[in-house]
């Protein structure tokens, strides 16, 4: 935890969470005033009288309209543990991807899990990745959930990731095929030249989708509520976990 954030910790300790609003207009322009090189896109109110949260592009501080001081860190409820400050940053985060989960392509897409569960991710996968691999343990083992794999090979990082893609995508049980794959196993030829033609096409969308969304490595998950999780890390864990405590 850093310094701020325990600062901001300790301030509400008696101030509790309530319902952020808009600034008034006055001091949405004092702080336009103090930082004239900043992007400012919204100034709310907290639950902290006279501490305003300021949001800059993918980025939120706090701030006092008539201090020329700026805190970096997050506002807890200490009644709830939750954290207020990181639920707005992984919608400012998702917005900067344009990510839509109806539109993610389906062509080169493996599901495995609960066809009903609440919870979903979409996770595109590089075989040849390794940072994939984990994250593919880490789905494995995950209950509850419904996950749907894009395979998205990296031809520039992982030159042979391409062909066992295709062989896994067309192989008779595409799902165990996968997991031999994310072991680092072998996974052998398969399916005719009309699969591996169509399957070819199917990686070819999901790339272009890839480019067109900022989506430049994996591994890259997109959860059905509405998160969007780039890389491996806490974030998916908590997921996993159905936990956003600090």
């Not at 309530?18 to 709310?44: C, E, H, N, R």
């Amino acid at each position: 935890m850093s310094i701020q954030t325990g600062v901001l910790l300790a301030m509400l300790l008696a101030a509790g969470a309530s319902q952020a609003a808009s600034a008034p207009q006055d001091v949405a322009a004092k702080f336009k005033a103090l930082l004239p090189g900043t992007d400012i896109t919204a100034v709310d109110t907290t639950a902290l009288d006279g501490l305003y949260e300021v949001t800059a592009g993918g980025n939120i501080f706090y701030m006092q309209p008539d201090k020329p001081l700026l805190v970096v860190g997050h506002l807890f409820d200490l009644k709830t543990t939750e954290d207020i400050t990181q639920p707005k940053l992984d919608k400012l985060q998702a917005a900067t991807y344009r990510v839509k989960w109806e539109e993610i392509p389906t062509a080169a897409r493996l599901s495995v899990g609960d066809a009903k569960a609440s919870k979903q991710v979409v996770a595109f996968l590089d075989v040849d990745c390794p940072y994939c691999h984990q994250a593919h343990r880490l789905l494995q083992a995950a209950k509850g959930i419904r996950v749907h794999y894009v395979m998205l090979p990296l031809d520039s990082l992982h030159p042979e990731a391409r062909e066992k893609t295709l062989n896994i995508l067309c192989a008779d049980a595409p799902i165990a095929a996968l997991d031999k794959g994310m072991a680092g196993l072998p996974v052998p030829r398969a399916g005719s030249d009309e699969c591996r033609a169509d399957k070819s096409t199917a990686l070819a969308e999901a790339a272009h989708y890839a480019t067109a969304h900022q989506i430049i490595g994996t591994p890259f998950f997109v959860m059905n509520d509405g998160l969007v999780v780039p890389g491996l890390g806490d974030k998916l864990t908590q997921w996993l976990q159905g936990s956003n405590k600090p």
